[in-house]
T-cell receptor, first 115, second 112 residues
Framework: GAVVSQHPSWVICKSGTSVKIECRSL??????MFWYRQFPKQSLMLMAT?????????EQGVEKDKFLINHASLTLSTLTVTSAHPEDSSFYIC???????????FGPGTRLLVL | GEDVEQSLFLSVREGDSSVINCTYT??????LYWYKQEPGAGLQLLTY?????DMKQDQRLTVLLNKKDKHLSLRIADTQTGDSAIYFC????????????FGKGTKLSVIP
């Protein structure tokens, strides 16, 4: 297999709070993970590339202080949405690349609703 | 920059074949992927093809690649209602990068 999990699967929070989303590769090690955002009926928008043991690389227009990424181990990357606002409400999907391979395996996604 | 185009909708009758088309612009693409997304779920890798291949078949799925025209297609034989989903075409650029460029997705509706 190549199973990627995300936790939580959905979260509702109040505006101004921070939310942490975890992405885990369950049966393989992943040097590289990616974080995407998907708006309703749209394609995936790459937010950042997360590399184990180093700083994440953010795509243009994505605020690194707003979306904190930590890839502390070969099986776990976290995305923290800081001081969340209603416009941060979205579907966040992570993917992981098995070390030594090139294919991305995706998690099931986390739906965030900020009230 | 890279661009991946797909038609947005496809409707077929159960039992028929579905063909989802995709065009891309990056001539240095090494791998091309098809992912399936069901409502409220993440992306499921269906199949992929290396850029030096013309065709790949995996059970009901057939991928055709025309590298000259930068055209990729996914054929689903004997389409079932469970195949209803959004299908994303994605390309991976050359060696050294894991990043994918996605199309906007084709919504496949299967009519019973």
């Amino acid at each position: 297999g190549a199973v990627v999990s995300q936790h939580p699967s959905w979260v509702i929070c109040k505006s101004g709070t921070s939310v942490k989303i975890e992405c885990r590769s369950l049966d393989f090690q992943a040097t590289t993970m990616f974080w995407y955002r998907q708006f309703p009926k749209q394609s995936l928008m790459l937010m950042a590339t997360s590399n184990e043991g180093s700083k994440a690389t953010y795509e243009q227009g994505v605020e690194k202080d707003k979306f904190l990424i930590n890839h502390a181990s070969l099986t776990l990357s976290t995305l923290t949405v800081t001081s969340a606002h209603p416009e941060d409400s979205s579907f966040y999907i992570c993917s992981a690349v098995r070390t030594g391979q090139e294919t991305q395996y995706f998690g099931p996604g986390t739906r965030l609703l900020v009230l | 920059g890279e661009d991946v185009e797909q038609s947005l909708f496809l409707s077929v009758r159960e039992g028929d074949s579905s063909v989802i088309n995709c065009t891309y612009t990056d001539s240095s693409s090494t791998y091309l992927y098809w992912y399936k997304q069901e409502p409220g779920a993440g992306l499921q890798l269906l199949t992929y093809i290396f850029s030096n291949m013309d065709m790949k078949q995996d059970q009901r799925l057939t991928v055709l690649l025309n590298k000259k025209d930068k055209h990729l297609s996914l054929r689903i034989a004997d389409t079932q209602t469970g195949d209803s989903a959004i299908y994303f075409c994605a390309e991976k650029a050359g060696a050294g990068s894991y990043q994918l460029t996605f199309g906007k997705g084709t919504k496949l509706s299967v009519i019973p």
